[in-house]
């Protein structure tokens, strides 16, 4: 299908953009469009206008503060595949990527993207909630910062504001090993299931997307596993990781069948940050 008519802007500046979203408020910003530009072909969503926010260097690079590691929200899924920096910083954030989609998808599509639309089947919610991330929000009227915990509220729901843009995502250095593992759709590669997990000396951080409205952590697992990443623990531990009953059940797979795939998921993941 075809999208409605809608006018095209180019944004020259993260303040230009803000402008431009202040003046049209039924705008929408455009970065990789790998999510937006499907849903406008759908006919789901049917903004006046595109704000093309991608050719925005504030928007792009990745540095390192201290012991925080600042991706631009620009940062493209390919860039977090290969990067270094994000390879020696945040090992979880490379393992993730690569699952993303195809490589059109990562070679476009942004970290920005994902976290401002905020799709239940996407992939980096799980990773940026077992790595403790924050979200740099900037509007007219000054910047703040979000955490991942408050940022994510439900399917396609999120902390930011009309008139708002995503320009940083902070991750705390990644202490120890982390995996993420995900049972992918075979057509559309979105997660029908995925975990993440980062394993510290203090203990284990373990969350899974694909299977509710929003990525959750799995608070039960992370106690029962405590610091003993032993075979015989896992495998106790990852017996019954969730409810079904409290799952998304689709055409895809039902909420039985996501249950048993978080088990064997978070087992896979946990045997790897041994
Ligand atoms: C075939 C296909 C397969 C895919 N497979 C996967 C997958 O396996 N896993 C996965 O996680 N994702 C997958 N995706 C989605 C992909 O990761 C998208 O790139 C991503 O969801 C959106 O990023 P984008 O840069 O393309 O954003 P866009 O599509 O440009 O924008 C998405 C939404 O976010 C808003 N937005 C964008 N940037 C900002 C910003 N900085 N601040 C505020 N709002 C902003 C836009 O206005 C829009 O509402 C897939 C997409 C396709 C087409």
């Not at 390879?87 to 993730?96: N, V």
């Not at 799952?247 to 790897?272: C, I, K, P, Q």
Request: charged content about 25%; overall charge negative; glycine content about 10%.
């Amino acid at each position: 299908m075809y999208t409605t008519p809608f006018d095209y802007h180019r944004a020259s500046s993260i303040d230009d953009a803000l402008k431009m979203l202040a003046d049209n408020p039924d705008a929408k910003l455009l970065a990789g469009g790998h999510s937006l530009i499907p849903t406008m072909k759908l006919r789901l969503a049917a903004p006046s206008a595109l704000i093309d926010i991608s050719a925005l260097d504030e928007l792009r690079g990745i540095r390192v503060d201290g012991d925080t590691l600042i991706l631009g929200a620009g940062v493209t899924h390919a860039e977090l595949v290969y990067d270094k920096t994000v390879a020696e910083y945040a090992p979880l954030l490379p393992d993730t990527a690569r699952w993303v989609g195809d490589p059109m998808v990562r070679n476009r599509g942004t970290i920005g993207g994902v976290i401002a639309h905020a799709d239940p089947a996407a992939d980096y919610p799980a990773s940026l909630l077992a790595l403790g991330a924050q979200f740099k929000l900037k509007s007219a009227g000054g910047e703040r910062v979000v955490g991942v915990d408050d940022y994510f509220m439900g399917m396609f729901q999120t902390a930011l504001k009309e008139g708002e843009i995503v320009t940083e995502i902070h991750i705390p250095r990644q202490l120890g090993k982390g995996a993420y593992e995900k049972f992918r759709h075979p057509a559309s590669h979105y997660a029908i299931v995925g975990v993440a997990v980062v394993a510290s000396p203090e203990g284990v951080k373990i969350a899974m997307t694909g299977a509710g409205p929003k990525a959750m952590r799995l608070d039960k697992v992370e106690e029962a596993i405590g610091t003993d990443l032993s075979e015989e623990n896992i495998q106790k531990a990852t017996a019954d990781v969730v409810d079904a009953g409290s799952l998304l059940g689709d055409r895809f797979a039902s909420e039985e069948y996501r249950a048993h795939l978080a088990g064997v998921l978070t087992r896979r993941a946990l045997m790897r940050v041994r």
